[in-house]
């Protein structure tokens, strides 16, 4: 490994180690149950921020969709 190529990957190394992720822990922990009541279009229009509202409005997409099956013994 030449010298420039070990400083490069001791910069990229330094810059994930000491950059914060992107996403916001508070939008996350602000967002409402998912039951019928909250998934009601006028329920997730008034989210604010789009990122937040698009993942309620998955979670409220897929919130009844999953059925485990049932063990299969072969």
């Known amino acids: 490994m030449s010298p420039r190529t070990g ?12 950059c914060p992720g992107c996403s916001d ?5 602000s967002l409402p149950a998912v039951n019928d009541e909250n998934c009601t279009d006028a329920n997730v229009a008034r989210i604010r921020d789009q990122k937040a509202r698009e993942k309620f409005s998955t979670l409220c997409a897929f919130r009844s969709t999953y059925k485990p099956s049932q063990p299969r013994t072969w």
């Open 25 to 29: 822990p508070a939008a996350e922990e």
């Open 7 to 18: 400083l490069c990957v001791a910069t990229m190394v330094l810059i994930c180690i000491c």
